[in-house]
């Protein structure tokens, strides 16, 4: 049998090879597909890493906030020392008195001031308040009425504001009568605490996030440092200067304003609206209802315009910026041109002596010990009437308080996306 085998056509009827790849088209469509599938992927991980983050910062915040309301409001209550009649020494007797007393207005307006004073001295929010000197405790004065002898019987001279005197008030080392400075060596325990602890001169530029470090380490919560509660990868040092700061979830330093009167809740946690008298904290002897007071008056107009400065609950503001890094606010006063990072409140706290704030009280408030005339009293102004006066154009000031927007395009928009510890208090 004769085997017969085909012999492959050649030319044209070639067989063709078999593909086993990918067109071009088809491989455009494979990598439009893959970087569609990795795009969602990021912005679901981008999304589910901001919520941890935004959850870590509202939990700091909270821990802090615990720890600071608590020793805000403890000042309502906290025990000064404020005597009456004697807690003043009779040291410029003259003719027939024999002693004097304070009115009870006048010793809650000292309380008002001590408890300002201790505020700026224990919950400091900037190196100022700390260092020796704009840090002291500030000198306190009291208008007191003589106790006198009128036909052989001892009468107190209430009712004649003229023949007051302005004496010191005992606080921290200021001698009664004879001294006019603060002794720098007595202070607060808890002042003297953050001053062992500053080793270095300090930056102002996260000074905020590095006075709540040293406010958190000194205090306790259950006889256990209430630093413990801060996650040791949110305590850093992110300007070099070798003093910790507090970070928010994206590493960031925290802000910290004690007196944010120039913050507009957006929650409208706050009420801003009512003078309380009998409140420490909404109570001011600057504030009246009445009448526009003059440019050059230390009660100046407010900010927000439409009315005068009014006293309102300052409750200290604890602010994150947020996923965008930029908060939008100041943490400190401006003047018209800048912000005022190593502003210090004690240069501030002159107190005019005018009829604005004191009407029937002014007589006898200008004379001090020994017939010494004081133009200016120091008082401790959250509302720093006396800074806006002074920095007042054409009768307007044109520049920011702590907690106010900033004067840019964006600042509105960067502060949309700010956490802070009044949003948590509207949240509850």
């Known amino acids: 049998m004769k085997l017969i085998t085909k012999r492959p056509r050649t030319g044209s009827n070639r067989l063709a090879p078999n593909h086993c790849g990918f067109t071009l088209v088809e491989l455009l469509i494979v990598i439009a597909l893959l970087g569609l599938l990795a795009g969602m992927v990021s912005a679901s991980y981008q999304g589910v890493a901001n919520a941890s983050r935004e959850a870590r910062t509202r939990s700091i915040i909270a821990t802090i906030d615990s720890v600071i309301q608590e020793k805000y409001e403890s000042y309502k209550y906290r025990p000064l020392p404020v005597e009456i009649p004697d807690m003043f020494q009779p040291g410029n007797q003259t003719g027939t008195e024999v002693g004097f007393e304070t009115l009870a207005t006048e010793a809650s307006r000292i309380r008002l001031m001590m408890s300002r004073d201790l505020q700026k001295m224990e919950m400091p929010d900037r190196w100022s308040d700390i260092v020796v000197g704009t840090g002291d405790p500030v000198r306190l004065r009291a208008a007191v009425s003589p106790v006198v002898t009128v036909g052989g019987n001892v009468v107190g001279a209430r009712s004649s504001p003229a023949s007051r005197r302005m004496m010191n008030v005992s606080w921290f080392g200021i001698d009664r009568v004879n001294t006019n400075t603060a002794d720098s060596a007595n202070v607060p325990s808890q002042l003297a605490a953050y001053r062992s602890r500053v080793t270095t001169v300090p930056t102002v530029e996260h000074q905020g996030a590095e006075c709540l470090f040293l406010i958190m380490s000194t205090s306790f919560v259950g006889g256990t440092p209430a630093i413990d509660a801060i996650p040791d990868t949110n305590i850093g040092d992110t300007d070099g200067d070798l003093m910790p700061e507090i970070l928010d979830g994206w590493g960031r330093p925290l802000m910290f304003v004690r007196w944010p009167v120039g913050y507009v809740d957006p929650s409208g946690v706050v009420d801003r609206t009512t003078a309380d008298d009998f409140d420490l904290f909404r109570s001011d002897y600057a504030y009246a209802d009445?009448?526009?007071?003059?440019?050059?008056?230390?009660?100046?107009?407010?900010?927000?315009?439409?009315?005068?400065?009014?006293?309102?609950?300052?409750?200290?503001?604890?602010?994150?910026?947020?996923?965008?890094?930029?908060?939008?606010?100041?943490?400190?006063?401006?003047?018209?041109?800048?912000?005022?990072?190593?502003?210090?409140?004690?240069?501030?706290?002159?107190?005019?002596?005018?009829?604005?704030?004191?009407?029937?009280?002014?007589?006898?408030?200008?004379?001090?010990?020994?017939?010494?005339?004081?133009?200016?009293?120091?008082?401790?102004?959250?509302?720093?009437?006396?800074?806006?006066?002074?920095?007042?154009?054409?009768?307007?000031?044109?520049?920011?308080?702590?907690?106010?927007?900033?004067?840019?395009?964006?600042?509105?928009?960067?502060?949309?996306?700010?956490?802070?510890?009044?949003?948590?208090?509207?949240?509850?």
């Open 290 to 428: 009445t009448g526009s007071p003059p440019v050059s008056s230390a009660q100046a107009t407010s900010v927000e315009g439409g009315g005068k400065v009014r006293p309102w609950s300052i409750r200290p503001l604890i602010a994150s910026a947020g996923s965008d890094g930029e908060f939008g606010i100041s943490a400190n006063p401006w003047n018209s041109a800048s912000e005022l990072t190593a502003f210090d409140y004690r240069s501030q706290w002159g107190w005019a002596v005018d009829a604005d704030h004191y009407g029937s009280e002014l007589p006898g408030r200008g004379a001090g010990i020994g017939a010494a005339t004081h133009t200016t009293h120091p008082f401790p102004d959250p509302y720093l009437r006396n800074f806006v006066a002074n920095n007042q154009s054409s009768g307007v000031f044109v520049g920011r308080l702590p907690g106010q927007v900033l004067p840019t395009s964006t600042a509105l928009e960067d502060r949309v996306d700010n956490m802070t510890n009044y949003d948590l208090q509207a949240d509850n």
